[in-house]
């Protein structure tokens, strides 16, 4: 098992280990963390070998972390899914594909693309809202660099950098207002923050949901093969003790969307 088939632990547990939250287990031996919910929806849990998949302990961890009632998204399988001990619930899910850079990447830089950052986040959230990528919080923005193109002042299409494993940096967030599509700015914005990746000496990978057919020939078309799928997937911590689950059904509260809407 690599980096990128647990990306968002390598993440937390590598580059983004400044912004993980764990629980009170000594250093280096928490089993569960998580992105500060302004930043990120994720988190993740640690595997027990051979299994490859969480344990009770690890996921009693994640609920002490987040609290009761508490929704968290995760990379996984199956298995993980299954893995869900009595009291959570699953709220719902989407089948992606992976994607990473191969050598016929060659990411260039856009001469009309802006960096982003807090003065944009309100408009970044509008345009997420209106194009619905994938997840997006008030801070995302935090994660890596977010590149722009605006039109008459209004922001139109964005891209920017969101799990770092070791070596790797995801592309995500790639979305172009309605009015603005047909016109390469997805493809633009992903070769721009490719070219920022590449110029740290890592490599570009992103995640597309399988029913995202057009970006997924967008993606394949700039130079990224599909490398494994996997579920994004949403659950709920178990209740505070003496109330019951509330029988929360998936419809609205499952990770929806796949990266990128050209």
Do not use: K
């Not at 508490?70 to 992606?96: N, R, V």
């Not at 408009?123 to 994660?143: H, I």
């Not at 659950?235 to 969307?257: D, F, K, L, M, Y």
């Amino acid at each position: 098992m690599t980096d990128l088939d647990r990306a968002v632990w390598a993440s937390l547990t590598g580059p983004h280990g400044h912004l993980a939250l764990g629980t009170t287990a000594a250093p280096g031996a928490a089993r569960a963390l998580s992105y500060p919910p302004e930043i990120s929806v994720f988190g993740a849990l640690a595997l027990d070998h051979p299994a490859s998949v969480p344990t009770d302990d690890a996921w009693a961890e994640l609920a002490e972390l987040i609290g009761p009632d508490a929704d968290i998204a995760q990379f996984g399988t199956t298995a993980t899914i299954a893995s869900l001990p009595p009291g959570w619930q699953f709220l719902g899910g989407t089948e992606c594909v992976q994607l990473v850079g191969t050598p016929a990447l060659l990411g260039r830089p856009d001469p009309e693309a802006v960096r982003l950052g807090a003065a944009d986040a309100e408009e970044m959230l509008d345009l997420v809202a209106r194009t619905r990528p994938g997840p997006f919080q008030p801070q995302t923005y935090r994660l890596g660099t977010y590149l722009g193109v605006r039109h008459e002042g209004a922001l139109v299409a964005m891209a920017g950098e969101r799990l770092h494993p070791p070596g790797w940096t995801e592309i995500s967030a790639i979305c172009t207002a309605p009015e603005y599509r047909g016109r390469g700015l997805a493809a633009r914005l992903t070769l721009a923050v490719a070219d920022g990746i590449q110029a740290r000496g890592e490599r570009p990978f992103l995640h597309a949901a399988v029913t995202n057919t057009a970006a997924i020939r967008l993606y394949q078309g700039l130079g990224f093969e599909v490398r494994r799928r996997l579920t994004a997937f949403s659950v709920q911590s178990p209740p505070p003790p003496g109330r019951r689950p509330g029988g929360i059904t998936a419809e609205g509260r499952g990770i929806t969307g796949g990266a990128g809407r050209s």
